[in-house]
C-alpha cells in the first residue's frame, strides 16, 4: 500500500464548476501538506502550502487538512480552463532532517472544458 | 536567467550507456534534490543534498550517483543505464526562507533508454 492515494482521474468538468481533490495518507508523522499544480511537459509549482490540520484559502483554492482522519482535500471554486492540470499532494515529516524530502501522491489530472 | 534549469531537456541513450543530467540552480539554495516521475507512482526521491559535498539517499537511489562540488550544481548520473530508468527527472531546489522546505522545480529533463 502506497503511503500516499490520490485518484489519478481523469477528472473533466465544465467551466465554472467547483472541483474537489482528494488525498489519502498512512504516515501519522506527516504534518506539512502541500498541492502543486503541473502543466504538461514542466516541472510541478506549488499551489497551497499547510502546516498540521485545518483550512487555507488563496482566491479561488481552498486546502483542507484532517490529520484525524489521515485525509486532505484542495477544492477549486469557479474552474477556468487554465486550471486544466495535473494536480499532486505532497507531504513530509517535521523536523530538519525532512527538509524538502516530500512524499507524493500519483497526480489528478484535470480537464476544466469551455 | 534567475532560477533552477536542467540539461538536456530530453535524451535517448542506449542501454549499459553513462548518462549525466545537469541541474543548475542561481537562487543560492542549501537544499538540492532529484526526483523521478513515472505513471502511477508520482515522484519519488532519488538524492538529495543539504548543502555542497553533502548528499543522501532518498526513497528510490539504485543505479544513480549523485555530487555536489558547488552550491549551484547537483549532477545526476546513470553509470550504466536500465530500461527501467527511463522516465522524467525533475530537479528541485528549497531555501531556508519562505513556506519551510517548499520545493521548486526545474522544467524536466526526458529520458528515453532503448
Known amino acids: 500500500q502506497k503511503e500516499v492515494e490520490q485518484d489519478p482521474g481523469p477528472l473533466s468538468v465544465p467551466e465554472g464548476a467547483i472541483v474537489s481533490l482528494n488525498c489519502t495518507y498512512s504516515?501519522?508523522?506527516?504534518?506539512?501538506f502541500m498541492w502543486y499544480r503541473q502543466y504538461s511537459r514542466k516541472g510541478p509549482e506549488l499551489l497551497m502550502y499547510?502546516?498540521?490540520?485545518g483550512n487555507k484559502e488563496d482566491g479561488r483554492f481552498t486546502a483542507q487538512v484532517d490529520k484525524s482522519s489521515k485525509y486532505i482535500s484542495l477544492f477549486i471554486r469557479d474552474s477556468q480552463p487554465s486550471d486544466s492540470a495535473t494536480y499532486l499532494c505532497?507531504?513530509?515529516?517535521?523536523?530538519?532532517?525532512?527538509?524538502?524530502?516530500?512524499?507524493f501522491g500519483q497526480g489528478t489530472i484535470l480537464t476544466v472544458h469551455p | 536567467d534567475a532560477g533552477i534549469t536542467q540539461s538536456p531537456r530530453y535524451k535517448i541513450t542506449e542501454t549499459g550507456r553513462q548518462v549525466t543530467l545537469m541541474c543548475h540552480q542561481t537562487?543560492?539554495?542549501?537544499?538540492m534534490f532529484w526526483y523521478r516521475q513515472d505513471l502511477g507512482h508520482g515522484l519519488r526521491l532519488i538524492y538529495y543534498?543539504?548543502?555542497?559535498?553533502?548528499?543522501d539517499k532518498g526513497e528510490v537511489p539504485d543505479g544513480y550517483v549523485v555530487s555536489r562540488s558547488k552550491t549551484e550544481n547537483f549532477p545526476l548520473t546513470l553509470e550504466s543505464a536500465t530500461r527501467s530508468q527511463t522516465s522524467v527527472y525533475f530537479c528541485?531546489?528549497?531555501?531556508?526562507?519562505?513556506?519551510?522546505?517548499?520545493?521548486?522545480f526545474g522544467e524536466g529533463s526526458r529520458l528515453t533508454v532503448l
Open positions: 504516515n501519522s508523522a506527516f504534518q506539512y
Open positions: 528541485a531546489s528549497a531555501g531556508q526562507g519562505g513556506n519551510a522546505g517548499e520545493l521548486f
Open positions: 505532497a507531504m513530509r515529516n517535521a523536523g530538519g532532517t525532512s527538509y524538502g524530502k516530500l512524499t
Open positions: 543534498s543539504a548543502a555542497a559535498d553533502i548528499t
Open positions: 537562487w543560492s539554495h542549501s537544499y
Open positions: 499547510t502546516y498540521s490540520s
